[in-house]
């Protein structure tokens, strides 16, 4: 598959051009000026959410650049634009159009890499869009949501054994940069009990899209995934939206009763692109540089995911968040951690041990495995996160040879247990376990007799 830099440089410069101009006359305004990323329009009415297209047809080839309208003040109104702004001068047509935008749905869309709104990257050409469907997804009664209740099998060990996840839970993936987040992302699209996978690569460089694609996902995965990509060029528009297009996707086939994967990489580049749309705009600052409607955006992406209504399909999802170290300090991990169903957190020392996946199974913690193992798996699963971080305290004594053994019988209990832990922990690449052999293998590492339950 064909992936390029050029293809993403040539979709910008053909961006709108697709876009159908309303057939009634419409009071049309004009560009007055364009602040950092805003621009300023007067003499046009448009509500809030609403596009419109700003056209110079001035020039020897007509430019035309998609906008939206993000605020008004005393008879402006200020828009943000979708694309690129080259070519677009003083005195612009601003044309209100009639909607707000539908987005192509349907079963094509597996296997293929689109950006945020539904175009192709990938080079095969444009997909046969089954539905068109507005951006925003219906809303579900929270009273009528299936309760999470299954477990979800992912593929890893650890995960499976330690960390269960519920079929519709709202996980968070929370880790400094090469600690391994894209990696564990693609062993769970390959590996995970889903339908269909939606993966959103939200404000990556654009080399990492094309890595991700091709060597992290490779063919197997992206067979049954559908992927989102705005990297990092993109207007901040345009990521905020591809986070929102692939959420609209995992609802689209959640609502035709499908189990769900979603995962997107990453949260906090969606929340640093509606920082640049609502600094630009005018909103000030309030948390280390964060305007306070970062923070009302957050759940409401988030919260679109989860169990529909009995008896209809899941959206399970994970959302990358980028936080370094112990670093407890940042506004948008402090805040992800609160509107997610758990949070598992990548270790920078376990990875430079080559201990992978880094997951720190000590701080990581998914909210709803009571609900979903049976009480047998859960006290193993205690017993062993209670050994692994009695041998973690101990750690430093026992390198150097200070721990006597037979000081402490739960210590050199965890010692003795060292070895098949790590083991149980450590996984490979293209390795996956299921559900219940994870389980079983957990019970064997306290009771070697039960192997095979
Ligand atoms: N499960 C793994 N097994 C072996 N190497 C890994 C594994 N996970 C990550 N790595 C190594 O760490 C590097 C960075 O991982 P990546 O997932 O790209 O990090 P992030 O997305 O957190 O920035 C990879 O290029 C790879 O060398
Ligand atoms: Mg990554």
Request: net charge neutral; aromatic share 6%.
């Amino acid at each position: 598959m064909r992936l390029d830099r050029i293809s993403f440089a040539r979709r910008l410069a053909s961006y709108s051009d697709a876009i159908q101009l309303p057939s009634q006359p419409v009071v049309e305004g004009r560009l007055l000026r364009m602040v950092g990323l805003t621009l300023e329009a007067e003499g046009l009415r448009a509500s809030i959410g609403s596009r419109c297209l700003v056209i110079n047809d001035g020039n020897y080839h007509p430019v035309q650049v998609e906008a939206e309208v993000m605020g008004f003040s005393s008879g402006k109104i200020y828009l943000m634009p979708v694309g690129s702004l080259a070519g677009i001068a003083p005195g612009a047509r601003v044309v209100p159009l009639p909607d707000t935008g539908r987005l192509p749905m349907g079963m094509s869309m597996l296997g293929r890499v689109l950006d945020g709104a539904g175009r192709a990257l990938d080079g095969k050409g444009g997909m046969k869009a089954e539905d068109w469907v507005p951006m925003d997804g219906p809303t579900i009664n929270p009273l009528k949501r299936h309760p999470i209740s299954e477990p979800l099998d992912v593929g890893i060990r650890c995960i499976n054994g330690l960390l269960t996840v519920g079929r519709g839970q709202r996980l968070g993936l929370f880790a400094g940069t090469g600690v391994g987040k894209s990696v564990l992302l693609g062993m769970m699209t390959r590996f995970t009990e889903a339908d269909i996978i939606v993966v959103g690569l939200i404000g990556e460089r654009g080399r990492e899209v094309k890595e991700f694609i091709e060597d992290i996902l490779g063919e197997e995965g992206l067979k049954r995934s559908v992927v989102v990509a705005s990297p990092a060029d993109d207007a901040p528009l345009m990521r905020l939206r591809a986070a929102m297009y692939c959420t609209r996707i995992a609802e689209y086939f959640r609502d035709k009763g499908k189990n769900v994967l979603l995962l997107m990489d990453s949260l906090t580049r969606f929340a640093q692109a509606q920082r640049e749309i609502a600094l630009a705009i005018g909103e000030p600052p309030a948390t280390k540089g964060y305007p306070p409607s970062v923070f009302a955006k957050l759940p409401k992406l988030v919260e679109r995911a989860g169990n529909a209504e009995e008896g209809g399909g899941s959206i399970t999802a994970f959302y990358t968040v980028l936080s370094e170290g112990d670093d407890q300090q940042d506004p948008i991990a402090d805040s992800a951690r609160g509107v997610l169903d758990g949070h598992f957190v990548l270790s920078r020392r376990l990875a430079e041990e080559g201990h992978y996946p880094a997951i720190d199974i000590e701080a990581s913690i998914s909210r709803v495995m009571p609900q979903v193992v049976s009480p047998e798996h859960l006290r193993e699963a205690q017993r062993f996160k209670q050994l692994w971080s009695r041998y973690q305290q101990s750690r430093d004594l026992i390198s150097v040879g200070a721990y006597v053994p037979g000081g402490d019988p739960e210590t050199d209990l965890a010692i003795a247990r060292q070895p098949q832990m790590v083991q149980f922990l450590r996984q490979g690449l293209r390795e996956s376990e299921s559900l219940p052999q994870s389980a079983s293998q957990l019970a064997a590492i306290f009771n070697p007799g039960a192997a095979g339950r």
